[in-house]
């Protein structure tokens, strides 16, 4: 353990590994990921773990690994953009009914999620609202330019899924902060086409690196290099399904307090949006300066955590969530946990749990409580607790906020 910080130095015969880890189990297939990174030629100092890490595809999830002159698309993955946003408003706790189904049923219906798209497109050349949205955020004609260059990225789901939450881990919530004011945050990202993008991609390195014959362990640490043609378009393509992400979340959050304003008695309809905390990703590459140098900061299932930044970790469906504001703690490349971390797979979690323990464990949370989500039952996940206690040096808690409705993909 380092002398006055909180990480664990992992030793790779590479660049070092300082994990976040105190306190937080980490599998060891996880640390073979890790240290599997950290031998590649183009890491620059180090590779961060954060202690929600855990078993990924290429890399685990809960990594932070700052490249020079390269970019390995696998360890961006697939949900591209994939992020959190929060704001708080006016409403608190005893203005809320005794009975928050209704209000779970409305954000179901005003916000497609599952593997359902919204409603859109055109219609007889005409846009519908969230085709127009597409097309005055400028996404529709960039993605054009992408797809004229890149034609097996087409035909993917972009305009249906804008304003979509999608499946797996994705969600919608109501949480009471310790004011008992009212927050709505949710988790999603670039939907069928960043999966589209990523897997692409992906592939595309695949191919490259065998051209190249350079060896690896794990064939999705494949990577594009700087200066490569190939390397130019991923960065134009992954930052497009990261804007993309960003206006899935505000158009999810406008139908979200929309319902609310619906379901809420009028005088309390009339709410106000009182601080808007994040809308961030937690799956994305971005190019900034550490220790010296200007370098591609992948962050794969991690926050950015500069000094003064807010940011949020949420915990599992019946545990509390965060709101954060960054140390800038360069070790961790300013960077924090997205999140608890699974500590077991969603197969390992539907072998274990039963519907009488989902129950229990989201009692008091209005969400499903059938088999659908036991892989998203809290036990499925680290305890979040141990999460923070991990990572005081990187952050410091603003709102502790607690559930109190849930809608899952």
Known sequence: MADDMNFEVMETGG???KAWVK??????SARMQLANVARLPFIHSHVAAMPDVHFGRGATVGSVIATKGAIIPAAVGVDIGCGMMALRTSVTADQLPD??????SDIERSVPHGGVGVKGGWMKGVPNAIASRFVDSGLADRLKVIEDKHRKIRGANHVIHLGSLGTGNHFIELCLDEENRLWVMLHSGSRGVGNRIGTYFIERAREELIKRGYGVPDKDLAWFEEGEELFTDYVEAVSWAQDFARENREAMMERVLASLRYRLPKKIG???????AVNCHHNYVARERHFGADVWVTR?????????ELGIIPGSMGAKSYIVRGRGNEQSF???SHGAGRKMSRTKAKETFTLADHRAATEGVECRKDRGVIDETPGAYKD???VMAAQTDLVEV??????????KG
């Open 300 to 308: 794969k299932g991690a926050v950015r955590a500069g000094a003064g």
């Open 99 to 104: 009975d928050l189904s209704m209000i779970r």
């Open 23 to 28: 306190g937080v189990p980490v599998e060891d």
């Open 384 to 386: 979040i607790d141990a």
């Open 334 to 336: 300013c960077s924090c």
């Open 398 to 407: 603003v709102h502790t906020l607690k559930q109190v409705v849930c809608v």
């Open 270 to 276: 009339k709410f106000r949006i009182e601080k808007e």
């Open 15 to 17: 660049a070092p590994v």
